[in-house]
């Protein structure tokens, strides 16, 4: 018997929708899908590294994230939540992670899932090497699964590389063949 | 005592003082390590009474007019003017995250010049935090942006940061003729960062938040109209030379006392606000290194920073007080810089703050202390920073100082 696919799709703030619809247009109706959301533990880092540089203000430093995590760790539930009622399937599971983004993705698929859905982010005004967000490089890069990068909304025409650089000269057609 | 014993024993008990301040064994005050340090200092005749005596005066109204701003932000916090801009941002913002960076700039830029960088990383970074995720987007271009503004949008005013305090004294300079030599490099400043971290951060400022703000824009009005009479009051007294310092102090007064009559605040927590072990550790810290400046490296000190305000010596002179501040920390680098900056003049004294305000974005505790600090954080079990911070100070902190300083020559030729 064929086992139904195992995915886990990475939802972001900014781009969670968009990525919950592709990937519901591509994963089989029996597929198990895990919801992942990872609430990154640096935000409070560097507010801690701020307030170490406040020399003297220790008595008050505790102050500097206030209610933030609980307010992120409510939101993420929430958005967990409105992500398996847009989704609409049974068997979904909800994963809710918190540390460095990038290395709690790769992680979480560690353990025989068959695919993880993430969204593209990045600047899509410039498209190139760079233009994925360093977590999302991250995750394509080390995954241990198979990645499917999935654009948020439209994807841009091809009509959107820039023309090639003056004084490259590809060969008009056919595969390149050695001179003898 | 000779001398290179005296310096030695005195660089040393500075050093074991900042690390202590960073590392802070058993969780105590940074004053409990800084104050048997000066004690020591003190009791071996490294410094001489006669000049402990004479630092502590020159530092005492400074330590004042600190505790009053202290008080007055803490009070703008007690009253929701945080909380309001706070809705202010979220309901402006429209759901768009580069309209909420832009709103946070300009409240992070407004707060930390007229309350002091203090009231921005302690007082405005945690409604910041929560309001992005409220909005449910994403929250690090919004956190930098506060640590970062903290920084390098404090060279407006005197009251804008701590060594803007201890530079206003030495520089001689009135409070409104600060303000106005400072404008320029402290918009420059901003316009530097916003290029910066909007493109830094162009990957994590995509989507719409689709939430609705919760809660109606409630100003507090009379809070508000406090510290705008405040602010207006720094002037007046500046040019009816009175210190300026007591505006401060009428506005934290102002705000307090209906704050204990309406018991929005207990008298406790004024004390607390005042933060007493933080003013001691100044006062303690300030007498540390005078006794560091007094044997010799004072004379070191007026070698590094170059006399004149040709757009040259100032670009150096940011730049020796910027490596300084994140050699050792910013306050103990202004300590050490100013009494040859001031004797070199104004204009050399402003780029001190330049390199002292906007350098510590580089590594924020100064390397000696980070290097500690990662120390503290990998015994807690934390994770370490990431080279994020490194890499975005590596983009901004340069071109800050640069263009800041470019400003601040200009604004000399032009404010005079």
């Not at chain 2, 109209?225 to 009816?240: N, P, Q």
């Amino acid at each position: 018997m064929i086992q139904p696919v195992r995915a886990v799709v990475w939802l972001v703030e900014g781009t969670w929708q968009g990525c919950l619809d592709a990937a519901a247009k591509i994963l089989p109706r029996d597929a198990q899908v895990a919801l992942l959301h990872v609430t990154p533990s640096d935000v409070g880092e560097i507010t801690e590294a701020a307030t170490t540089g406040l020399l003297g203000r220790a008595s008050r430093a505790h102050r500097s994230t206030g209610h933030f995590e609980e307010v992120a760790d409510e939101e993420a539930s929430e958005i967990l939540q409105a992500a398996a009622k847009r989704l609409g399937r049974e068997n979904t599971e909800l994963v809710h992670r918190r540390g460095r983004v990038e290395r709690e993705v790769v992680s979480a698929v560690a353990d025989g899932v068959d695919l993880l859905v993430v969204a593209r982010d990045g600047d899509r005004s410039r498209l190139g090497p760079h233009s994925l967000g360093h977590p999302t490089r991250f995750i394509v890069d080390h995954a241990p699964c198979p990645v499917l990068l999935v654009w948020p909304d439209e994807a841009p025409g091809i009509e959107s590389i820039p023309p090639p650089p003056p004084g490259h000269h590809p060969r008009p057609n056919g595969p390149h063949r050695e001179s003898p | 005592m000779p001398s290179p014993i005296a310096e030695t024993l005195a660089v040393v008990l500075l050093v074991a003082t900042l690390a202590c301040a960073v590392a802070r064994p058993r969780g105590w005050p940074e004053a409990v390590f800084a104050v048997p340090a000066a004690v020591l200092l003190l009791a071996l005749g490294v410094l001489p009474l006669s000049q402990a005596g004479a630092e502590a005066r020159s530092l005492a109204p400074t330590v004042g007019f600190l505790a009053a701003v202290l008080v007055l932000a803490d009070m703008c916090d007690r009253y929701g003017l945080f909380e309001a801009a706070g809705t202010w941002m979220a309901t402006g913002s429209r759901g768009r995250p580069v309209t909420l960076l832009a709103l946070v700039f300009v409240v992070a830029s407004v707060v930390t010049a007229v309350l002091g960088l203090d009231a921005t990383v302690l007082l405005l970074t945690p409604v910041v935090l929560t309001t992005v995720a409220r909005l449910r987007l994403r929250a690090k271009p919004h956190a930098y942006a506060c640590t970062h503004l903290a920084n390098s949008a404090s060279l407006l005013l005197p009251v804008s940061n701590l060594t803007n305090l201890l530079a206003f004294r030495a520089s001689g300079l009135s409070f409104a003729r600060f303000g106005a030599i400072m404008a320029l490099p402290w918009l420059a400043a901003i316009a530097v960062e916003w290029v910066v971290l909007r493109r830094f951060f162009v990957t994590d400022l995509v989507g719409r938040s689709e939430t609705e703000v919760a809660t109606p824009l409630r100003i507090p009005v009379f809070a508000s109209a406090v510290v705008a009479l405040t602010l207006v009051g720094f002037f007046v007294a500046s040019v009816l030379h009175v210190n300026p310092a007591f505006a401060a102090l009428g506005g934290a007064v102002t705000l307090a006392v209906p704050a204990l009559v309406r018991r929005r605040a207990k008298l406790r927590d004024i004390g607390l606000s005042l933060d007493v072990p933080f003013l001691t550790f100044v006062l303690a810290l300030g007498l540390v290194v005078k006794a560091v400046s007094l044997h010799g490296l004072s004379s070191l000190v007026v070698h590094l920073v170059p006399n004149g305000t040709s757009l040259g010596s100032l670009l150096l002179v940011a730049a020796v007080a910027a490596v300084l501040a994140n050699l050792i920390n910013n306050l103990p680098a202004v300590l050490l810089l100013l009494p040859a900056a001031a004797a070199a003049g104004p204009g050399v004294v402003l780029a001190v703050l330049i390199g002292v305000n906007a350098g510590p974005n580089l590594t924020y505790v100064g390397s000696l202390a980070t290097l500690l600090w990662r120390r503290v954080l990998r015994k807690r079990g934390e994770d370490l920073p990431t080279s994020e911070f490194l890499r975005l100070g590596v983009v901004t902190v340069p071109p800050v100082l640069l263009t800041s300083t470019v400003a601040l020559w200009a604004s000399l030729r032009l404010v005079g």
